[in-house]
């Protein structure tokens, strides 16, 4: 029979026996003996785990590609001429966009206008060097909005990292690019605009999230669910063993 006061840990419950009563009540902590059975998952540590393998199976991938004398990847383009946010070589592609836009555009040019059409060109041509357009070919706009999404994530970046104080140039950042984006945040205009449209986003009480998460985290978030997952398992058996020994006694 139970002995009072015996307690066992089911995961998150807690298992509690008075005699001839037997209480089951919350728990919101592991029990100190079992801390040995519950592994430290970190989820950055999966998702940078996971997004090297990925790098390394895309560098495979590649490499196969360029000996059968084919495009480094291959891209999936919708029908409209966009490219498909969640198709394989999306990871590619954006480290592709991270290492030549610096390289060929103007980072302080705000505006799409502001761009020479040169340069332009030669971005354009870039990326169809490595990249191979599956179903459609990628039309002007895509091209387009493709780069001017790339340029507000960078920017916002660069942004926070300036007022947060930390006002050096990056190493893949012109100099005089920067400068000029430091005056342009200085200006009056800039913060009253940055206000304006912070109150705007602070009225927005639903907002969309398709997207935001990386395959790599995505999978960092699953494997994390299924170690937890068996560790609540295995802390059941061997609460249920360690019941039964007790039963049997």
Request: positive net charge; proline residues 3%; aromatic residues 8%.
């Amino acid at each position: 029979m139970p002995q009072p006061g015996v307690t066992s840990y089911l995961g998150p419950w807690i298992h509690v026996s008075y005699g001839n009563v037997t209480k089951y009540m919350r728990s919101t902590s592991v029990h100190p003996k079992q801390k040995e059975l519950v592994p430290s998952v970190k989820a950055k540590s999966i998702t940078r785990t996971i997004g090297r393998t990925m790098k390394k199976e895309s560098d495979a991938t590649s490499d196969a590609r360029l000996a059968i004398g084919k495009k480094s990847h291959k891209i999936h383009i919708r029908a409209r001429g966009n490219m498909d946010g969640c198709c394989e070589g999306k990871n590619a592609w954006d480290d592709a966009m991270r290492t030549l836009i610096p390289r060929i555009l103007d980072t302080n040019v705000i505006k799409w206008e502001g761009h020479e059409p040169e340069s332009l060109n030669k971005l354009r041509v870039a990326l169809n060097k490595k990249f191979e357009y599956m179903e459609n070919e990628l039309s002007t706009r895509g091209f387009k909005n493709v780069v001017k999404k790339w340029f507000k994530t960078k920017r916002n970046k660069l942004k926070a990292r300036f007022l947060a104080g930390r006002i050096e140039c990056l190493m893949n950042i012109e100099p005089t690019h920067w400068e000029k984006l430091k005056v342009y945040w200085n200006k009056l205009e800039t913060e009253k605009k940055a206000k304006q449209m912070s109150n705007a986003r602070s009225k927005v009480k639903n907002l969309a999230n398709v997207g935001h998460t990386s395959k790599a985290r995505m999978k960092a978030q699953l494997v994390s669910f299924y170690v937890q997952m068996y560790v609540v398992i295995i802390i059941c058996l061997c609460n249920l063993y360690y019941f039964c020994m007790i039963v049997v006694d």
